[in-house]
């Protein structure tokens, strides 16, 4: 049977590098196995999830070169997961619970107080229909809890239940159930926590493998018994670690830092975007991988450390810069084209190693095409004046900046640094750049002796 996986994001901000980690792990395993990548939105919170939102999930998978083979929606399938709360209530396994928020915080401090535990009580499993009834006439409505399987007999005698899998990432996990209070399942309105539904989806949706970040640990063993209750065989969990930023600041979609949209804008290639998502925090070095293929042959889940992986969002630029230099003309020609930049092949093999962003490129063609404003001391500019003399005629190629600087230097008797960099500066305005060999064929004989000698008298 061909492995699915699933990333299951909530529509409620626009995806970041963290998330990216996970929807990337997911996907390029499915890739590799010959398997399917499943999107899931779950957009059972009505009042944040936003189609917009779900709209930009799947326009970044796609920018990030990972589409779904499917999408489901868990909006549209609420049906299905009252049919699974009428079955668990049916066998005895869901339970009304009349607490508010401020009755289960009193009940967690004094156990807190007395050593114990903060798990619930089961009190609401011990209502009778009258007690019930009561409170429901007092205008109470419910939320619904599991019954966890951690008890003999006497569900009020809570004993210890290790849940223990072998989890794709961090080895041999076991949960406690007798550490947990029974999660909740469906809210006081109706509504359905994140819990049960991704259980469903899981069982419905034939997902095999779940991928996902260490903060689902203990989400995990609470599902593991929710699967059995059901009649299914969970699937094989993994866990990663997360992305944090270098001071330890984690990750959000509400406050939009490092999604994939702002690092799309500001001009940053997708496959450094995945090879930092990837491969930080892992046994792997930390490099750009241009190809996917090759990123999935070095996804290793065993190789991910077990604590936070702290980046630096600067790391980036070296990456994009690696990716880059490894275009060939014909992979960024159209998008050269939208940025206005000319020069062909020529102008592309010149300037690659010196640009982080392709949107760079632009200003190197702003560099070629003139005019420049150089920085240089009379001394220099009298210096250049001369070395315009000593230009060769064209056709010029690039032997043509080594032939020149020799004959200068013969003249002048300038030489290293004296000799390169006032010519440098007077030809690009910068003092450095790409090499001038593969520059000076670009400007051309006119533009080079403009540069060098000014709009006024130039030497023929």
Not at 252 to 260: D, E, P
């Amino acid at each position: 049977m061909s492995i699915r996986l699933r990333f299951a994001p909530s529509p409620t901000g626009f995806l970041h590098i963290g998330n990216a980690r996970t929807a990337l792990m997911n996907a390029l395993l499915a890739r590799r196995e010959g398997g399917a990548f499943v999107l899931r939105l779950d957009d059972t919170d009505t009042a944040r999830s936003e189609e917009r939102f779900a709209t930009a999930i799947v326009e970044d998978l796609e920018w990030l070169g990972i589409p779904p083979d499917e999408v489901a929606r868990q909006s549209e399938r609420f049906e299905r997961y009252s049919a699974a709360i009428a079955r668990l209530t049916e066998a005895g396994l869901l339970y009304a619970c009349y607490e508010t928020a401020e009755d289960l915080d009193r009940k967690r401090k004094r156990r807190l107080a007395r050593r114990l535990p903060p798990i619930y009580d089961r009190a609401g499993l011990m209502l009778d229909e009258a007690e019930r009834a009561r409170l429901e006439d007092e205008g109470r409505r419910p939320h619904w809890r599991f019954l966890l399987p951690n008890f003999d007999s006497d569900p009020a005698e809570i004993r210890s239940t290790p849940i223990t899998w072998t989890d794709l990432c961090r080895g041999e996990q076991t949960v406690d159930l007798g550490s947990l209070s029974d999660p909740v399942l469906v809210r006081e309105d109706g509504s359905f926590l994140y819990t049960l539904p991704s259980v469903i989806d899981d069982i419905e949706l034939g997902i095999t493998h779940v991928l996902r970040g260490d903060d689902h640990v203990t989400n995990t063993g609470a599902q593991i018994p929710i699967f059995q209750a059901l009649g299914a065989a969970p699937p094989a969990f993994g866990h990663h670690n997360l992305l944090v930023r270098a001071d330890g600041e984690a990750l959000s979609k509400r406050s939009g830092a490092l999604s994939l949209r702002s690092l799309r804008d500001e001009g940053y290639e997708p496959q450094s975007v995945a090879s930092l998502a990837v491969l930080t925090g892992t046994s792997q070095a930390i490099e750009a991988v241009s190809d996917l293929d090759a990123l999935a042959a070095r996804l290793d889940l065993s190789g991910i450390s077990r604590s936070p992986a702290s980046f630096d969002p600067a790391d980036l630029d070296a990456l994009n810069a690696q990716i880059l230099r490894g275009f060939d003309y014909a992979a960024v020609a159209d998008r050269l084209e939208v940025l206005g930049v000319g020069g062909g092949e020529a102008f592309w093999v010149a300037i690659r190693d010196n640009i982080s962003r392709l949107s760079d490129a632009a200003d190197w063609w702003r560099v070629v095409t003139g005019p420049v404003e150089a920085d240089l001391s009379d001394e220099d500019r009298a210096f250049a004046a001369e070395a315009a003399r000593h230009l060769p005629e064209e056709p010029w190629d690039d032997t043509t900046f080594k032939a020149w600087t020799k004959a200068v230097q013969a003249a002048t008797g300038r030489k290293g640094k004296s000799l390169f960099q006032p010519l440098r500066i007077a030809l690009t305005g910068r003092p450095d750049g790409p090499e001038m060999r593969s520059l000076m064929p670009l400007f051309g004989r006119r533009s080079t002796l403009d540069r060098l000698s000014g709009p006024g008298d130039r030497p023929r």
